[in-house]
T-cell receptor
Framework: AQRVTQPEKLLSVFKGAPVELKCNYS??????LFWYVQYSRQRLQLLLR??SRESIKGFTADLNKGETSFHLKKPFAQEEDSAMYYC???????????FGKGTMLLVSP | DAGVIQSPRHEVTEMGQEVTLRCKPI?????LFWYRQTMMRGLELLIY????????DSGMPEDRFSAKMPNASFSTLKIQPSEPRDSAVYFC????????????FGEGSWLTVV
């Protein structure tokens, strides 16, 4: 069975501090991992995918198959980063994405 | 493309009334998903369609919920009769299966049942 775990419901940091949002997954096949972001009362938007190996808005995430993790990182948080972040797991065969329960990031001035 | 379009954006209804939520997926996308978002349970998949055919409806809470996709450009999620515990944000999302797993969400329909 597929499962995505985001252990923190809320992460509160000060502006300029480093941020790490944790995501662990459980899947026996070859995973495809995503991070989605949801700003207040808006749609979920794709932030990044592990296969793209890109940096979006200063965020990066590396897939660690040994630790089955896909943590989201940013070296210096900005106030506009405050949002809900969802980690999601896709499987081979392109069925659905399994989402974690999300982590709310609050960046204070 | 305008993205995934949902209507209504907001609905307040009385318990017992029928609610119909509508979705227009991104043109050319062949998978469509309905999700429900609440504070308590987060984001839950209700049902998804491939090529207009329902593939997995195991997330539909109960018989009061039904979803249809009569053609590639339209889907509905119906709740009849509605109950206060159905209050949530309902998201529709779509995907082009030929382009991988990325799904694209609509703005959501904010439902309040009083």
């Amino acid at each position: 069975a597929q499962r995505v775990t985001q252990p923190e419901k809320l992460l509160s940091v000060f502006k300029g501090a480093p941020v790490e949002l944790k995501c662990n997954y459980s899947y026996s096949g070859s995973p495809e991992l995503f991070w989605y972001v949801q700003y207040s009362r808006q749609r979920l938007q794709l932030l990044l995918r592990h296969i793209s190996r890109e940096s979006i808005k200063g965020f990066t995430a590396d897939l660690n198959k040994g630790e089955t993790s896909f943590h989201l990182k940013k070296p210096f948080a900005q106030e506009e980063d405050s949002a809900m972040y969802y980690c999601a797991l896709g499987s081979t065969g392109y069925s659905t994405l399994t989402f974690g329960k999300g982590t709310m990031l609050l960046v204070s001035p | 493309d305008a993205g995934v379009i949902q209507s209504p954006r907001h609905e307040v209804t009385e318990m017992g009334q029928e609610v119909t939520l509508r979705c227009k997926p991104i043109s050319g996308h062949n998978s469509l998903f309905w999700y429900r978002q609440t504070m308590m349970r987060g984001l839950e998949l209700l049902i998804y369609f491939n090529n207009n055919v329902p593939i997995d409806d195991s997330g539909m809470p109960e018989d009061r919920f039904s979803a249809k996709m009569p053609n590639a450009s339209f889907s509905t999620l119906k709740i009849q009769p509605s109950e206060p515990r159905d209050s949530a944000v309902y998201f529709c999302a779509s995907r082009d299966r030929n382009s991988g797993n990325t799904i694209y969400f609509g703005e959501g329909s904010w439902l309040t049942v009083v």
